[in-house]
């Protein structure tokens, strides 16, 4: 599930990008591939930009919707509710990419993701970018954030420890 999408071949272009392509390249090199890609994107694009980087191996098994989402637990939108309705079980392998860069979202998102157990136990990966005040990100997430490193940390102590896998950038 990749939740703030841009584009199937990357971020304005940028192939090097946290993305599905990144992901399928990194998996594909470990012999592995995923039954569903499911991607959020609220910039609008056109669907034939969504599609044209999408290989004709991949298509079948993508979703893209171009739609925010909804922080909301009940929300229609709400990427943990999708992924419940999807039929997922712990039994499923799910990865997940959270990079929307709007920090309220993201952290209610985060939050549902620790507190609910039946979402939680459907995530084995996740990767996160959390906006904390911290010197060296200033430039781009600028100095308002009540968050510390040591709140990344203890987030991602906690879901570790309840078996998420967790990876962060930059």
């Known amino acids: 599930m990749d939740i703030g999408a841009s584009l199937y071949n990357g971020w304005m272009g940028d192939p090097s990008a946290v993305g599905a392509l990144w992901f399928v390249d990194r998996f594909k090199r470990h012999h592995l591939s995923f039954d569903w890609i499911v991607s959020f994107e609220i910039a609008k694009h056109d669907p034939d930009d969504i599609y044209k980087s999408v290989p ?21 939108w709400n990427p943990w509710r999708i992924l419940q309705g999807m039929g997922m079980t712990p039994n499923d392998y799910v990865v997940v990419k959270l990079d929307i860069d709007v920090p309220e979202i993201e952290n209610t998102l985060m939050d549902q993701l620790v507190n609910e157990p039946r979402v939680r136990l459907l995530v084995d990966e996740m990767f996160f970018e959390q906006h904390v005040n911290v010197k060296a990100m200033w430039k781009w997430w600028g100095t308002d954030s ?13 879901l570790r420890s309840n078996g998420v896998r967790m990876h962060s950038w930059p």
Request: proline share 9%; hydrophobic share 30%.
């Open 56 to 76: 004709d191996d991949i298509l079948p098994h993508y979703i893209y919707f171009n739609q925010g989402v909804d922080k909301s637990p009940n929300g229609r």
């Open 146 to 158: 009540p968050l510390t490193m040591l709140d990344t940390y203890r987030l991602f102590a906690n």
